[in-house]
């Protein structure tokens, strides 16, 4: 990728997406939605942005910008809400999450006429399962929602990234496509491991600040920290291990903690403000380039061969799997009223994490197609594996970020005023 062309189309879709932002604003239309279909007409549509192109940046964009989006929008959440809603956050975490993957699944199985109990459809369940803090962060911090459902979704959004994970390596490795590794270690070292890691860096950057004077340059160290952990989970500690730490939560957790501890000392407040307006302003530029690249990435072949399966599948997933997981999760005693079921079903919009996973499994179908089975490739060829689970995926991220993101506050004020 040359470094002109890269610095052209950074240029390009920033000055672009200030000004589609501002007709957004103008329209009462949120700029999500604007920024993904901008993304689609420069990209495929008219081939401005190479789709190859915007695909090597966006693994980029994606994995810096979901960094510094959890880290503020964690740095702002505050632990006297988050314990009156962590029982909801742990139901939909775990009893949703799970219906959510294995509906989706029955309903791709179903869509291409594949066997029911095919790994297929569940990888593509496992993918798309987990929702998007990108994506709510924003829509919330500029309504004026309910602070209380607010962060049960945000935090949601911010604690399931590891089961999702968890869920398409196990069944990548049903597939014959990752290794063979213990699925409970998995799950405890990416979810606990993220949870300990985060905290210890929360620890070492809260010395710090208390310690030493670093003016200006606190900011930096605070980023830097950030994207330290997320580099010894996702990389160091595999290495030494074979196991992973979720990155992205060991992030959030140190967010969490920071912005729980450090409002304590008052005589360094400013420093505090200025971190808060710094990964506001760093979120924003970001969630420009993260959602035109994403809309510009998709191949217009494979989106015009696996439309019609990957729309069926998306209206499934967002209609279907997605409102039976969280009515069955928040019915558990206690249960929640129907009013905040109904919004929360219909508010788990999918984004960064779901593309980055749909995008690394089919470099891996297709770099590995021999080795998937031949139980599973008589009834689907590993092309139309591949193709059929990142265009599905990709209108299940389209889908449900235009609509939900659209009608998150205009729901709310329906069902609750």
């Not at 508010?347 to 590995?368: C, D, K």
């Amino acid at each position: 990728m040359e470094l002109t062309t890269t610095i052209g189309y950074l240029a390009l879709l920033l000055i672009s997406g200030t000004f589609i932002a501002k007709v957004g604003e103008k329209l009462g239309i949120p700029d999500i939605p604007l920024f993904l279909i901008f993304g689609l007409i420069v990209g495929p549509l008219l081939n401005i942005v190479s789709p190859h192109y915007a695909q090597d940046i966006f693994e980029y964009v994606a994995n810096l910008g979901l960094i510094v989006i959890l880290l503020g929008g964690a740095f702002e959440m505050r632990w006297i809400v988050l314990k009156r809603v962590l029982k909801t956050v742990l139901k939909l975490d775990t009893i949703a999450l799970v219906v959510t993957m294995l509906v989706s699944g029955i309903i791709y199985n179903v869509v291409l006429k594949i066997p029911f109990f095919s790994p297929v459809g569940y990888l593509y369940g496992a993918i798309t399962c987990a929702t998007d803090p990108a994506t709510l962060m924003p829509i919330f911090s500029k309504s004026d929602i309910d602070p209380k459902l607010a962060i049960t979704l945000e935090a949601e959004s911010v604690f399931n990234d590891p089961l999702g994970i968890v869920f398409t390596t196990i069944i990548l490795t049903s597939m014959g496509l990752a290794r063979s590794l213990n699925p409970v270690v998995s799950f405890l070292s990416l979810a606990l491991g993220g949870i300990i890691l985060g905290i210890l860096g929360g620890k070492i950057f809260e010395k710090l600040f208390l310690k030493y004077d670093f003016k200006e340059y606190i900011i930096p160290l605070f980023i830097g920290l950030a994207f330290f952990l997320w580099y010894f989970g996702d990389k160091i500690f595999p290495s030494l291990t074979g196991y992973q730490i979720s990155g992205f939560m060991a992030v959030a957790i140190m967010g969490l903690y920071l912005g729980n501890t450090l409002t304590k000392y008052h005589h360094k407040s400013r420093y505090i403000e200025s971190i808060m307006r710094f990964c506001e302003e760093l979120s924003l530029i970001f969630r420009i380039l993260i959602f035109i690249f994403l809309g510009a990435s998709i191949s217009l072949v494979i989106l015009e061969k696996y439309w019609v399966f990957g729309l069926l599948c998306a209206l499934g997933s967002i209609f279907i799997a997605r409102p039976l997981g969280v009515f069955l999760a928040t019915s558990i005693p206690p249960a929640s009223p129907l009013k905040e079921k109904i919004y929360f079903a219909l508010e788990g919009p999918r984004g960064v994490v779901p593309a980055a996973l749909s995008a690394t499994v089919y470099n891996i179908i297709e770099n590995h197609s021999h080795s998937i089975p031949a139980t599973i490739v008589k009834h689907l060829p590993p092309q139309e594996i591949a193709g059929s689970i990142l265009v599905a995926t990709f209108i299940t991220i389209l889908l449900s970020v235009i609509l939900e993101a659209s009608w998150a506050e205009p729901l709310y004020k329906k069902l609750f005023k």
